[in-house]
């Protein structure tokens, strides 16, 4: 289990006066897991001979987090990554990943609980999922996939905007 605490540490272990105090912000990761993968090279053992090229890469990311049902502050965070290589309708592979984790968020105020679900949470498991990408590919016979590191600040802020302008293009019924 790993714990993030943002207490300052100035005062001694528990403040000046311990007391009355509210409690500090605590992120624990309590499980990791993967939930789905998948690979697929549909052109081997050919797919596997020498390119005279690199080829295309799309990646996709998605995030998601729900609560967890009769676990007290605790939320199931998701990564899903989609990687595909090739070039037009020719698929090296693709590989699909969905890698979670469940976390424990207490004493963050309201208005910090999805930034922290949606960008602190997919950062640590970030790391795992990554090596479990290019892990996959290398054990497929092709050079390890290496996913370069996700702002997920900006994908937070990228999906807030647009779940803004669904709410302005809705009819009202």
Same mark, same amino acid.
């Given at each position: ?8 540490g100035a005062n001694g272990a528990n403040g000046a006066n311990g007391a009355?105090? =509210? =409690? ?12 789905? #993968? ?5 052109? +081997? ?15 996709? !990311?998605? !995030?998601? +987090?729900?609560? @967890? ?8 965070? /998701? #990564?899903?990554?989609? +990687? ?6 020719d698929t090296l592979f693709h590989v699909e990943l969905e890698y979670g984790? @469940?976390? /424990? ?10 930034? @922290? #679900? ?6 640590l498991l970030f790391p795992f999922a990554r090596q479990i990408v290019a892990? !996959? ?22 999906? #807030?905007?647009?779940?803004? +302008?669904? =709410?302005? !293009?809705?009819?009202?019924?």
């Amino acid at each position: 289990m790993s714990q993030i605490d943002n207490t300052n540490g100035a005062n001694g272990a528990n403040g000046a006066n311990g007391a009355g105090q =509210a =409690a500090q912000p605590s992120l624990n990761i309590l499980a990791q897991y993967i939930k789905d #993968l998948s690979f697929e090279s549909p052109g +081997a053992p050919g797919s596997l001979r020498g390119q005279s090229r690199a080829p295309g890469i799309n990646i996709g !990311v998605n !995030v998601g +987090a729900n609560p @967890v049902q009769g676990g007290d502050h605790e939320y199931d965070v /998701r #990564l899903t990554l989609n +990687a595909r290589a090739g070039e037009g309708t020719d698929t090296l592979f693709h590989v699909e990943l969905e890698y979670g984790g @469940v976390f /424990r968020l207490e004493g963050f105020p309201q208005e910090h609980m999805l930034p @922290v #679900l949606f960008i602190e949470c997919p950062r640590l498991l970030f790391p795992f999922a990554r090596q479990i990408v290019a892990d !996959v590919t290398r054990n497929a016979g092709f050079p390890p996939l290496m996913i370069d590191p996700i702002d997920f600040a900006a994908l937070f802020t990228q999906r #807030l905007a647009e779940e803004r +302008a669904k =709410a302005q !293009v809705q009819p009202v019924v």
